[in-house]
Nanobody, 116 residues
């Protein structure tokens, strides 16, 4: 079965850190561009970060630059999103997406809540 499974979300205080994981099964992430997206209550889903299929290019939304880092471990078939200096506005459900041409896979999402 082809799927992506996110994990690592939770409740954290402002200024804290979390590391999200996106594990793929049934296919290799090595051939896919991977993106992290988030959706806050009442808002549209937005792109947070992405990494190219070759792993040598990354991109970040302006709102997370300098605080978030995307990386991947091909051996573990997993992509990570290290989130530091978290802010309340980072709260939302975080999804990972694997894209290759017309093919897209989405995970089920993991909740991140930043609150004092």
């Amino acid at each position: 079965q082809l799927q992506l499974v996110e994990s690592g979300g939770g409740l954290v205080k402002p200024g804290g850190s979390l590391r999200l994981s996106c594990a793929a099964s049934g296919f290799s992430l090595d051939y896919y561009a991977i993106g992290w997206f988030r959706q806050a209550p009442g808002k549209a889903r937005e792109g947070v970060s992405c990494i190219s299929s070759s792993g040598d290019m990354t991109n970040y939304a302006d709102s997370v630059k300098g605080r978030f880092t995307i990386s991947r471990d091909i051996a573990k078939n997993t992509v990570y999103l290290q989130m530091n200096s978290l802010k309340p506005e980072d709260t939302g459900v975080y999804y990972c997406n694997a894209a290759r041409g017309w093919v897209n896979y989405w995970g089920q999402g993991t909740q991140v809540t930043v609150s004092a």
